[in-house]
């Protein structure tokens, strides 16, 4: 089945360094987002990405977070001067958004995640 | 802006049927989710509801959707071990933001 898959696992970085989480979506989907849950909280929208351009961001996304599609295959979450408070798990998700069939049931319209990136910030 | 709300922990014996409750406010949503998260793991995807449906069985699960009153229900019936987990709403209005809720934690006591 095909999955969403998110580099790297775990990352541990210095207060200031920046970071760059990597996904990569369903071959065939459209739409992209990354969430963020900090430990033991609620899963947070971050931003959505959609024929190259944010479609749609959160407060919590800042000038210090950018997104990227560099290629055809991956999309990327960087975070500058990464601060303390940015530990957290990252999610990478993906929705195929596949044109109406009429067949409100068929599946489209419903996110995959991966299985995270958890950042930890010393 | 748009808001959903569960309850934090429910605690049920093993065999009972455990119901997960959510309120969102979102009067455009389209879709509502339940997703569920084990232990260190990723989001995946249990059911969901289409807005214009006011239920959904598949299995042990049972969703019940009120539109009026903007409220969610999701029920397990026999509710077994492998059940634990966190249980997450998650509201679809637009395929450019899906919001989620803090997530109910399930517990399953002998």
């Known amino acids: 089945e095909p999955e969403v898959t998110q580099t790297p696992s775990h990352q541990v970085t210095q207060m200031g360094q920046e970071v760059i989480l990597r996904c990569v979506p369903i071959?065939?989907?459209?739409?992209f987002y990354w969430y963020r849950q900090i430990l033991g909280q609620k899963v947070e929208f971050l931003v959505s990405?959609?024929?190259?351009?944010?479609?749609?961001k959160s407060e919590i996304f800042d000038d210090q977070f950018s997104v990227e599609r560099p290629d055809g295959s991956n999309f990327t979450l960087k975070i500058r001067s990464t601060k303390l408070e940015d530990s957290a798990m990252y999610f990478c998700a993906s929705n195929p958004l596949t044109p109406s069939t009429g067949n409100h049931l068929s599946g489209a319209n419903v996110l995959t995640f991966g299985a995270g990136s958890r950042l930890t910030v010393l | 802006g748009e808001d959903v709300e569960q309850s934090l922990f429910l605690s049920v014996r093993e065999g009972d049927s455990s119901v997960i409750n959510c309120t969102y406010t979102?009067?455009?949503?389209?879709?509502l989710y339940w997703y569920k998260q084990e232990p260190g793991a990723g989001l995946q995807l249990l059911t969901y509801?289409?807005?214009?449906?006011d239920m959904k069985q598949d299995q042990r699960l049972t969703v019940l959707l009120n539109k009026k009153d903007k409220h969610l229900s999701l029920r397990i019936a026999d509710t077994q071990t492998g059940d634990s987990a966190i249980y997450f709403c998650?509201?679809?209005?637009?395929?450019?933001?899906?919001?989620f809720g803090s997530g109910t934690r399930l517990s399953i006591r002998p």
């Open positions: 979102d009067s455009s949503s389209t879709y």
């Open positions: 071959s065939n989907h459209l739409y």
């Open positions: 509801i289409f807005s214009n449906m």
């Open positions: 990405f959609y024929n190259n351009e944010i479609s749609e």
């Open positions: 998650a509201d679809y209005s637009s395929a450019s933001k899906i919001i």
